[in-house]
């Protein structure tokens, strides 16, 4: 678990603001980050949550990676009848308890 500076305290933090953030936390929160939607203070604590954790670093680097990489694909039609079968199976999914 990491503390921000100057945020030793748990209770320090402003009501319903976050005053540490975990590492199992990371993966959580890492697409509202990327994407710019988490609020500043949570923003503020992963970056430097991040910034002094070698393997967080690490899973945010291969993270991005697998977003540019997804980016470079094309899309490609799916056949007819697996289409049909794949539908035919997700719809037994919703009816199902």
């Known amino acids: 678990m990491v503390v921000m500076p100057g945020s ?3 209770a320090e933090a402003p009501a319903g603001q976050p005053s540490e953030i975990e590492c199992r936390q990371i993966a959580e929160l890492l697409a509202d980050y990327l994407e710019g939607t988490l609020p500043r203070r949570t923003a503020e604590l992963l970056e430097w949550h991040i910034d002094g954790c ?8 291969t993270y991005r990676g697998t ?5 470079t694909l094309h899309a490609t039609e799916i056949p007819p009848e697996l289409k049909k079968r794949l539908l035919t199976f997700l719809r ?3 009816k199902s308890p």
């Open 92 to 94: 037994a999914q919703r």
């Open 8 to 10: 030793e305290d748990p």
């Open 67 to 71: 977003i540019r990489a997804t980016h």
């Open 54 to 61: 070698a393997p967080c670093i690490a899973f945010v680097n």
